[in-house]
């Protein structure tokens, strides 16, 4: 992976943890500094074009559009940048491989995290589950989540949220299939003729919209540009 030294950054601890009030220090304290590190946000998201692995890692989902800025494996997390929710595709309930934790930098949402009626692994269907806890999350909230519990975001158009993931604890992730959005509501495909995909990595155009999207919030900074040298002006 190509990648500069992100400083403070490349300090964090493991997230490879089993104690989710540990992740949750770690993880809270990482995603407040990050939002207030201008300068450090600006540059991840630039260097994400020159870095081929954090490209395909960044996807266009049938929920959202996200930018992949810092991968750790070896500290058992990656951060994300997310942006862009389909509000018509956000009533899905689901949950995730791994642990993870959010922070809100603009907008926000109604949050459903929900009871599960059938045991706390393996497929479920709407029919399975219960609200539990419904909280409504704006600029500066941050919250954590475990692998097991199952939630729904249903986002304002203009969200974006800082997101980091711990290691995948289990194989599959789970939503009630019965709820889906149709296919036709799917990211159109990058290449003309091929299908919908839920998910796919965005294409170069995409990417700068993308960027163009955070300048226009002001969430970084477009007076840095890219982190490569410029040439040297001909004689």
Do not use: C
Request: aromatic letters at 6%; zero cysteines.
């Amino acid at each position: 992976m190509l990648r500069a030294a992100a400083g403070w950054l490349d300090q964090v601890p493991s997230l490879d943890l089993d104690d989710l009030r540990e992740v949750q220090r770690i993880s809270h304290a990482l995603l407040d500094r990050l939002a207030r590190d201008r300068e450090l946000l600006t540059r991840l998201v630039n260097e994400v074009l020159h870095d081929q692995e954090r490209m395909d890692a960044s996807r266009i989902t049938l929920l959202l559009n996200r930018l992949s800025l810092y991968q750790a494996p070896n500290r058992g997390f990656e951060i994300r940048l997310t942006m862009n929710p389909r509000p018509e595709n956000q009533l899905v309930p689901h949950d995730h491989r791994y642990a993870f934790a959010t922070r809100i930098l603009t907008d926000g949402y109604v949050h459903v995290v929900r009871r599960r009626t059938n045991g706390w692994s393996g497929p479920f269907t709407g029919t399975d589950l219960e609200p539990a806890v419904v909280t409504l999350e704006g600029p500066g909230s941050t919250y954590t989540l475990g692998d097991a519990m199952v939630h729904q975001a249903v986002m304002e158009p203009d969200t974006v949220t800082l997101f980091v993931r711990g290691p995948r604890r289990k194989k599959l992730s789970h939503a009630a299939q019965e709820l889906m959005p149709p296919r036709e509501t799917w990211p159109a495909p990058a290449i003309p003729g091929d299908e919908p995909e839920e998910s796919r990595p965005p294409t170069l155009e995409e990417y700068q919209t993308m960027r163009a999207y955070l300048i226009q919030r002001q969430l970084i900074d477009w007076r840095r540009g890219f982190p490569w040298p410029r040439r040297a002006a001909p004689r």
